[in-house]
């Protein structure tokens, strides 16, 4: 079903390679990665960790809210000048008027993992834990939404590794059936022991530095992001920018950790996105992949995407760069695909080496430069839920 | 802004296992009393699937199928505050163990959106499906996400909403002491079964949200944030036109207008 675009008017966004989209942009440009091998954990893998978070506190009225995750959401906010133009756009719409849909996988469950570790000897936790203001997913749409001074609709999308790709749907939905004139889109996660040991118990960790549509790919390594996008209607926005154009979301129905086989439900999320922008696909000028690097996700997407585009649309994954950023990956990649279209590159897939034969998709060899108009942003997580998002310029 | 019927309703909770218990308490006839949660075993999920599962997944699995009674593959909402808390107390106390081990299945379960991705394996159902939380507003975030949803699509929205308590020492910090869960279709186009329909809004008028009007569950609507929804399930039930006020984000109350 055909949708009306919405205008990406600021955003803002914070990972392994370090703060603000120009920081991530000349990584992209230099093909610098952020990852790092990881330390104080049992296993070997690498990790996309953002540097001197603990040094970064929130606002002393919000202090109830502090944890790591609503640190790097701060750390986000405060950068690419993305508070200064949310302030311009209340005077715009109205503090009431501008939606905040945001998606995380742990939001500050890390709190919780350390209140465990002190249990006193009745085993009670501590009395300053504060589960509903950290752990809580509303956590983050609480901070995000008094740090900012916003008092409209808004909610938390946890859905794993697609939350805030599917925060652009949610919001859309909500500014066209007018409980909202504008909405923030966002998502922040970051490392915890439960993401990292669980992935490492399922052998989804690898071991090296994460080489996505690699023949010697094996798995993934974890990464923490944050990032928001003020989305408002294309009419109302005035400036040539980047439009979100198209949306689909499907269910794989098929497994809670493992992708289907071939691809079923990733390949409905990407007819669905084309559907909605009125798209062929030969329009479709780059794929940002969700390529995860684990052997099952790169073959299950690559017979998704031949399915619809065939070999002809060119495709990487950013991961090499930041990790895979779970609950942050929709915002991170989305506004990866911004970058794209503002900057006419695309990005090549860092790591790969020697691509697995096995996979027939179109991918990238080296950094890019080309026309871009359209674009696909794919994520898709646990329990099958899948998401893929379609950009272009306006 | 277009009606939106409600088509069907189900309801997990003490004393109110299935819409047809829970009508004469909802609709005021009889009084509520407080009882145990018993143990589910919803059927659409193969054997093998549900021994994976946990009480929580379970009990949100029961009142999508109750609601969903035709079996259709429909676009889902699944709303709950704090997520599987046995299962977050559970990988917690292991990553206080030496050495550190998170069993894969429990790891897999602890996504918010398991009962979601369970559900749309057991339902077969590869329609989009959303997992959300606002905490104590969860389940007006839920119903206007589904509504919005219902709005935009000619398709039937199925809305499942749920919490589930959990033991010491976590359930002194949670806002769920019992289990409550519930779930409707939220539809364009009304049904011959249909309870009516609402419209919803946001209000900054200071108002009081809405409390049952069998007293006798106001005990039960104060122990579990989704159990909010109660004054709506009573208004829907009795076919009575009300504007109630159920807490949403903030100091906000969504006014949900039942016609």
């Known amino acids: 079903m055909p949708i009306s675009p919405l205008t990406i008017t600021a955003s803002s966004m914070v990972n392994a390679l370090g703060r603000g989209k120009k920081t991530t942009l000349e990584a992209l440009l230099q093909k610098q990665s952020g990852l790092k091998p990881a330390k104080n954990l049992d296993f070997s893998t690498w990790l996309g960790e953002v540097s001197d978070l603990e040094t970064y506190p929130l606002e002393k009225s919000l202090q109830q809210f502090s944890c790591r995750n609503n640190q790097l959401a701060k750390l986000a906010l405060d950068s690419d000048n993305f508070r200064e133009t949310i302030e311009q756009a209340k005077q715009k719409y109205g503090p009431d008027r501008i939606g905040v849909f945001l998606g995380s996988s742990t939001s500050g469950s890390a709190e919780t993992e350390m209140a465990y570790q002190k249990r006193d000897e009745k085993g009670d936790l501590p009395q300053n834990f504060d589960f509903m203001r950290t752990h809580n997913f509303t956590s983050l749409l609480d901070y995000t939404q008094q740090s900012l001074g916003l008092i409209g609709v808004g909610h938390v999308i946890s859905t794993a590794c697609s939350s805030s790709a599917k925060v652009f749907a949610a919001a859309h939905r909500h500014i066209e059936s007018g409980f909202c004139d504008a909405a923030i889109v966002g998502g922040v996660d970051t490392l915890t022991e439960t993401s990292l040991y669980g992935f490492n118990s399922l052998q989804l960790t690898s071991s090296e530095p994460c080489c996505p549509w690699d023949e010697k790919r094996n798995g993934i390594n974890i990464g923490e992001a944050a990032g928001f996008a003020l989305l408002e209607p294309s009419s109302k926005s005035g400036t040539a920018n980047v439009i979100l154009k198209g949306y689909g979301e499907s269910s794989d129905a098929y497994h809670m950790s493992t992708p289907h086989p071939e691809g079923r439900g990733a390949a409905t999320a990407m007819q669905q996105a084309l559907d909605a922008a009125v798209l062929q696909s030969d329009d479709i000028d780059y794929i940002n992949l969700h390529g995860t690097a684990t052997p099952s996700n790169d073959a299950a997407e690559d017979k998704a995407i031949m399915s619809i585009f065939g070999d002809n649309v060119p495709c990487s994954s950013t991961k090499g760069w930041t990790g895979h950023t779970l609950g942050a990956a929709g915002i991170t990649e989305a506004l990866i695909c911004m970058l794209v279209l503002e900057n006419q590159f695309l990005p090549t897939n860092l790591n790969l080496t020697t691509p697995d034969p096995g996979l027939n998709s179109q991918i990238l060899l080296d950094n890019t430069s080309r026309q871009v108009k359209y674009v696909i942003s794919n994520s898709f997580g646990f329990g099958g839920s899948n998401c893929s998002l379609l950009f272009g310029l306006q | ?259």
């Open chain 2, 1 to 259: 802004m277009k009606p939106i019927y409600i088509n069907a309703i189900s309801i997990a909770a003490p004393s109110l296992m299935g819409i047809d218990q829970a009508k004469p308490i909802l609709m005021g006839e009889n009084q509520w009393q407080l009882s145990d949660f018993p143990k589910l075993a919803p059927q659409l999920l193969p054997a093998n699937e549900r021994r994976r599962t946990t009480s929580y997944i379970k009990m949100a699995l029961q009142v999508a199928d109750e609601a969903n009674q035709n079996a259709d593959s429909l676009p889902a909402v699944f709303a709950s505050s704090c997520g599987d808390l046995f299962i977050i107390d559970h990988i917690c106390n292991s990553m206080t163990q030496t050495p550190k081990f998170v069993s894969p299945t429990q790891f897999h379960n602890s996504v918010h959106n398991a009962p979601s991705g369970y559900w749309a394996i057991a339902a077969k159902s590869q329609a989009a499906s959303t997992s959300i939380s606002t905490g104590n507003s969860t389940f007006s975030s839920g119903l206007l996400e589904a509504f919005t949803q219902a709005l935009a699509q000619q398709k039937d929205i199925l809305y499942v909403a749920y919490d589930y308590p959990t033991t010491a020492p976590l359930n002194k910090k949670t806002n769920v002491s019992q289990a409550f869960a519930t779930a409707l279709i939220l539809s364009q186009h009304k049904s011959e079964n249909s309870y009516g329909c609402i419209k919803l809004s946001i209000t900054h008028n200071q108002k009081e949200k809405s409390l049952c009007l069998n007293s006798s569950l106001n005990q039960l609507q104060q122990s579990n944030p989704i159990a909010d929804s109660l004054p709506l399930l009573e208004a829907l039930c009795l076919k009575k036109t009300s504007s109630l006020y159920l807490p949403y984000l903030n100091s906000l109350k969504l006014q949900v207008d039942v016609l």
